[in-house]
């Protein structure tokens, strides 16, 4: 098992290109299903979650080949319809195979997430959703098998802007004669570029980035060449490691429109910040202490909770967080704890007391972007740090460590 050793405190400088983003890559790549016609996507990152999702694809008959600047794939044929416990289990994003099947065969059988690291995180949104166009559901020994004969457009009003339900529901729905409209639907660029990416393919989606989301039934599509939005989420998880070490350093790939919230927190907080079409420049600054709640696009994303609090451990003075998107997402803060942070917990919320000089420690990944806070603390942490189980950043972070090395800090990958 690999494990970082981080020299710290560091000083970063120079350029990082963010790569192509995963949360974006990982509904195209299910949507590959719903097509017999050839498919091109230009770099796609090589990420452990893009990997299962290839395998998934190969599972059900996908195939795939890598050229020298696209993947291509070919869905003409699909021998399966089963997403097998083995894959589901270590990647929940698997559920998005469900909406493409039914879409192109009729029939699904998909594993049940489970649960994972951060919470619970059901799948009734997506079911009840799919239930409304005419799906049938039997739950039985852990999987859900589901067959649609005649699916009918109607309205569906999200109980929460689930941004995988939200998908799942836009791929489901795109051969459906007539008007599919989905209520409540999450916002996220993501979500846009999904639809970017089937109406390219000949779908017709309108509203995507909006609350409601209309779809109307094509009845064919044709070949495609696309290439999905930089990770904005990758984008700032580099920013803040600038802000936190104190450096010049240069983030392009991604529209920072995308982050535009959270570019916008920085600010209140001091950040001295260019943003251009596709970067954003950080100089040094001096930051003040923040609240922020996490809510959905457009609000403060989840998935930079952590990092923010790694963030906030460098900022004297009190800072405040409050998580509302998943019940169980401060697994880094015992961790951030060991390496000196202070930072008390009640309920959803956290109250960081920064400013305080972190040391070195030995600390545990727990989930993706948990690990990605605990690297950011290790930058600015006296000594060496010690990051184990690191293959959770390895589902989210394209090389990570050589993007970091390249901005001039000290981060070793050695297997344990
Ligand atoms: C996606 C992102 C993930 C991000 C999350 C929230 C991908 C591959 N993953 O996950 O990185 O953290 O959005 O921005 O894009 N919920 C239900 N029932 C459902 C569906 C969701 O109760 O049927 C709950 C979840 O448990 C969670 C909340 O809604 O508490 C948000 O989930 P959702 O928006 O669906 O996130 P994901 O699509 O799983």
């Known amino acids: 098992m690999d494990k970082l050793l981080i020299e710290g405190p560091t000083n ?19 949507a590959v299903l719903v097509s017999d016609k050839p498919i091109k996507l230009k770099n796609l990152p090589d990420l452990r979650d ?11 008959g996908v195939k795939i080949d890598d050229h020298e600047d696209h993947t291509s794939f070919d869905a003409s044929q699909l021998t399966g319809h089963e997403a097998t416990y083995e894959l589901v289990k270590t990647m929940r994003a698997s559920i998005f195979v469900l909406g493409p099947l039914l879409a192109r065969l009729g029939k699904a059988k998909v594993s049940l997430p489970g649960g994972c690291a951060i919470g619970t995180r059901p799948i009734d949104i997506h079911l009840k959703n799919l239930e409304k166009l005419g799906v049938e559901f039997e739950i039985s020994s ?25 998908e799942n529901l836009m791929m489901a729905s795109i051969f459906i004669d007539g008007e599919t409209i989905i209520e409540n639907a999450a916002r996220e660029p993501e979500i846009s570029d999904l639809a970017d990416f089937l109406n390219a393919m000949g779908a017709s989606i309108n509203g ?38 104190e450096s010049e350093v240069k983030v392009e790939g991604m529209n920072p429109k995308h982050i535009g919230f959270v570019l916008d927190t920085l600010k209140d907080m001091g950040a001295n910040l260019e943003i251009g079409e596709d970067f954003v420049l950080v100089r040094r600054s001096k930051l003040k202490p923040v609240k922020i709640k996490t809510a959905p696009y ?12 790694a963030l ?3 900022i004297p003075g009190n ?7 998943f019940e169980n997402r401060f697994m880094h803060v015992p961790e951030l704890v060991r390496l000196g942070a202070k930072i008390n917990l009640s309920g959803n919320s956290a109250f960081v007391e920064g400013g305080r000089p972190l040391k070195a420690a030995p600390v545990m990944c727990t989930d993706l972007r948990a690990s990605a806070a605990l690297v950011l603390a290790a930058l600015v942490s006296e000594g060496e740090t010690e990051v184990r189980r690191v293959y959770h950043l390895d589902r989210g972070y394209e090389k990570l460590d050589q993007k970091l090395n390249s901005l001039g800090a000290k981060v070793k990958k050695v297997n344990e």
């Not at 970063?12 to 299910?30: H, M």
């Not at 009918?152 to 999200?158: E, G, N, Q, R, S």
């Not at 800072?319 to 998107?325: A, K, L, R, T, V």
């Open 319 to 325: 800072s405040y967080i409050e998580e509302n998107i």
């Open 312 to 314: 906030m451990t460098k």
């Open 12 to 30: 970063l400088n120079g350029t990082v290109k963010v790569s192509r983003a995963k949360n974006a890559y990982l509904p195209i790549l299910a």
């Open 298 to 309: 457009p609000g403060f994303p989840t998935d930079l909770q952590a990092q923010m609090m």
């Open 208 to 245: 995507a980035g909006t609350s409601k989301i209309t779809i109307t039934g094509v009845k064919e599509l044709n070949a495609v060449e696309y290439e999905a939005i930089g990770d904005r989420i990758e984008a700032a998880t580099y920013i803040f490691g600038a802000l936190m070490t």
């Open 142 to 166: 852990g999987y859900v098998e589901s067959k649609s004969s005649n699916l009918k457009a109607c309205h569906l009003p999200l109980s929460f802007p689930s941004v995988g339900a939200t």
């Open 50 to 60: 893009i990997r299962t999702m290839l395998r998934l694809l190969q599972n059900l």
